[in-house]
T-cell receptor, first 113, second 116 residues
Framework: QQQVKQSPQSLIVQKGGISIINCAYE??????FPWYQQFPGKGPALLIA?????SEKKEGRFTISFNKSAKQFSLHIMDSQPGDSATYFC????????????FGQGTRLTINP | NAGVTQTPKFRVLKTGQSMTLLCAQD?????MYWYRQDPGMGLRLIHY???????AKGEVPDGYNVSRLKKQNFLLGLESAAPSQTSVYFC???????????????FGNGTRLTVT
C-alpha cells in the first residue's frame, strides 16, 4: 500500500521554466513532509521540508506548498536550471520517535538547456 | 568527515547465498536506517535502530536481519538471498528527535545488489 503518491513519474522542463511535482498522502498522523533530491550514483539528500502548521515554505528557488485539508503538498522549482536535473522524492513521517520516512515513487526531472 | 559509508558498492549473489552489508557513520547519530530502492517504488524502510543494541522492523523486513553492536555501525544481513532482493540498498543516519526534531536523514551512496 503506497501511503504517499507522487506525480508525475518523469518531467521535462526548459531552462528557466517552473518545475512542479505533486504528492498526496493518506495517513493523517504524518506531520513532517521533506523533499529529497538524488543524483545518479548518489544517495538522496534533503532539499527542503515543511510542517503542517504552515502552508508554504520557500528556500531560494525551491518552494513547498502544503494543503492540509486535501492532504497534498507540492514542490515548485523556479527558474529551473540544468543542474537541477535529478530524481526528486517527496516523503512523510510523524515528528515523534524514529524518523520512519515513507517515500513517494520519485520524479525524474530533466531540465533542457 | 566521511559521513555515511556503505560497503561493498556492488555485489552479485546466487540464490540461497548469504551476505552482510556494512554501514558506518562518523556523525555520532543516534538513529540509523536501512532502505531499499526499486524502480517506480521509491525507497522503502527495511529496518531501523534508535540506538546501540536496538533494532526494529520497518515496512519490508522479511528476509533481512540487522544488528547494531556499536553506535557507529549498522549491519544488514541476507541469510538466503532471493532474486526479489535484487535492489539498491541505502543506509541512512540521523540525530534523535531530542537533539533535532527535523534532523535530516544522511544517506550513503548505496550498494547495488543483484541476485541471480
Amino acid at each position: 500500500q503506497q501511503q504517499v503518491k507522487q506525480s508525475p513519474q518523469s518531467l521535462i522542463v526548459q531552462k528557466g521554466g517552473i518545475s512542479i511535482i505533486n504528492c498526496a498522502y493518506e495517513n493523517t498522523a504524518f506531520d513532517y513532509f521533506p523533499w529529497y533530491q538524488q543524483f545518479p550514483g548518489k544517495g538522496p539528500a534533503l532539499l527542503i521540508a515543511i510542517r503542517p502548521d504552515v502552508s508554504e515554505k520557500k528556500e531560494g528557488r525551491f518552494t513547498i506548498s502544503f494543503n492540509k485539508s486535501a492532504k497534498q503538498f507540492s514542490l515548485h522549482i523556479m527558474d529551473s536550471q540544468p543542474g537541477d536535473s535529478a530524481t526528486y522524492f517527496c516523503a512523510a513521517s510523524s515528528r515523534w520517535g524514529a524518523q520512519k520516512l515513507v517515500f513517494g515513487q520519485g520524479t525524474r526531472l530533466t531540465i533542457n538547456p | 568527515n566521511a559521513g555515511v559509508t556503505q560497503t561493498p558498492k556492488f555485489r552479485v549473489l546466487k540464490t540461497g547465498q548469504s551476505m552482510t552489508l556494512l554501514c558506518a557513520q562518523d556523525m555520532n547519530h543516534e538513529y540509523m536506517y536501512w532502505y531499499r530502492q526499486d524502480p517506480g517504488m521509491g525507497l522503502r524502510l527495511i529496518h531501523y535502530s534508535v540506538g546501540e543494541g536496538t533494532t526494529a522492523k520497518g515496512e519490508v523486513p522479511d528476509g533481512y536481519n540487522v544488528s547494531r553492536l556499536k553506535k557507529q555501525n549498522f549491519l544488514l544481513g541476507l541469510e538466503s538471498a532471493a532474486p526479489s532482493q535484487t535492489s539498491v540498498y541505502f543506509c541512512a543516519s540521523s540525530y534523535s528527535r531530542d537533539r533535532g526534531p527535523d534532523s535530516p536523514l544522511h544517506f550513503g551512496n548505496g550498494t547495488r545488489l543483484t541476485v541471480t
